[in-house]
């Protein structure tokens, strides 16, 4: 049974918030892992089953060579996303980061806060156009209220 899909909203429970957190992030870096674990046999397997059985034999030799450069280039992208996960989740020591590193992670976290920060503006303006509408629904209850008390009290008098 599939679930489905999940709206992405600020979780207000910070224990709550936390422990999402850390399942995502462990999620991330299970994908990330297994992105780095893939084994050669599988890619030559996958290279030779896609390859017609004439150009097996001369392409032969041309294939390792391929499937290195793959691997190498998968490697060095798992490489970059992990330590891209690392500096977002401030796993790396920034003891041990360079300076253009660190300036690279103060740009990444001024714009995630300037993001943050417009998000929260946008919901709070929302909110208060919401609070608006409903003081103007109060306002309107209030007054035809008042003039059902006046009725009521115009009618008892007379």
Same mark, same amino acid.
Request: proline share 2%; net charge positive; charged share 30%.
């Given at each position: 049974?599939?679930?489905?899909?999940?709206?992405?909203?600020?979780?207000?429970?910070?224990?709550?918030?936390?422990? /999402?957190?850390?399942?995502?992030?462990?999620?991330?870096?299970?994908?990330?892992?297994?992105?780095?674990?893939?084994?050669? !046999?599988?890619?030559?397997?996958?290279?030779?089953?896609?390859?017609?059985?004439?150009?097996?034999?001369?392409? %032969?030799?041309?294939?390792?060579?391929? /499937?290195?450069?793959?691997? @190498?280039?998968?490697?060095? %992208?798992?490489?970059?996303?992990?330590?891209? @996960?690392?500096?977002?989740?401030? %796993?790396?020591?920034?003891?041990?980061?360079?300076?253009?590193?660190?300036?690279?992670?103060?740009?990444?976290?001024?714009?995630?806060?300037?993001?943050?920060?417009?998000?929260?503006?946008?919901?709070?303006?929302?909110? /208060?156009?919401? @609070?608006?509408?409903?003081?103007? /629904?109060?306002?309107?209850?209030?007054?035809?209220?008042? !003039?059902?008390?006046?009725?009521?009290?115009?009618?008892?008098?007379?």
């Amino acid at each position: 049974m599939a679930r489905g899909k999940v709206q992405m909203r600020r979780i207000e429970n910070p224990v709550h918030r936390q422990v /999402i957190f850390c399942k995502r992030r462990m999620g991330l870096l299970k994908k990330a892992k297994e992105l780095s674990v893939l084994n050669m !046999e599988g890619l030559i397997e996958r290279y030779k089953c896609n390859l017609p059985e004439a150009q097996v034999e001369s392409t %032969e030799q041309n294939i390792p060579m391929v /499937i290195q450069q793959d691997v @190498l280039f998968l490697r060095r %992208e798992v490489d970059l996303l992990q330590n891209s @996960l690392r500096y977002m989740y401030g %796993e790396k020591d920034i003891n041990h980061m360079n300076l253009g590193e660190l300036q690279s992670l103060e740009s990444n976290l001024e714009v995630w806060v300037n993001n943050i920060r417009s998000t929260k503006m946008q919901l709070m303006s929302r909110e /208060i156009e919401m @609070l608006k509408n409903k003081e103007g /629904i109060l306002k309107a209850a209030n007054d035809i209220l008042q !003039e059902r008390v006046l009725l009521a009290i115009n009618s008892c008098i007379l």
